[in-house]
């Protein structure tokens, strides 16, 4: 399933969603999802962009679906996923996880990395998804 999709808010979508043992990943987990474990295009019934622990002890998976998303009511970069985080780098900037399987089949290069979005404006609001993070217990 691919999910909702989900207007940026000053507060964490998750967590208003969801409850309080839930929220959004920061920008830095995202990275480190990039840089500690090992990626994949992953076919669960329509593609998926995955990360494997390295190590022995950690060989868990998470799995992001292709999810476009929405400027308004209009679907952009189909065959592309991006996922929010809660880490905005400026007042309309937002740092997201984007993806795209096509792009290593085209041999053009990295299929996945960290950008920036803008979260728009009025009817043309940026509409993403979000892969939640389940809270530690204290």
């Known amino acids: 399933s691919k999910g909702e999709y989900y207007e940026w ?25 990039k840089d500690n474990c090992t990626p994949g295009w992953t076919n669960y019934g329509g593609w998926c962009l995955t990360f494997t622990g390295k190590s022995e002890d950690y060989k868990n998976e998470i799995a992001f679906p292709i ?43 990295e299929t996945y990395q960290m950008q920036t979005i803008g979260i728009g404006s009025g009817s043309d609001k940026a509409k993403l998804c979000v892969r939640a993070v389940l809270n530690e217990p204290k």
């Open 9 to 33: 808010t000053s507060g964490d979508i998750v967590t208003s969603k969801w409850g309080s043992n839930w929220r959004m990943p920061t920008g830095a987990e995202l990275q480190a999802l």
């Open 67 to 109: 999810t476009a998303y929405y400027a308004g009511s209009n679907i952009q970069a189909e065959g592309h996923l991006y996922y929010w985080s809660s880490t905005m780098l400026s007042l309309d900037d937002v740092e997201v996880l984007w993806g795209c399987r096509d792009y290593l089949e085209d041999g053009i290069g």
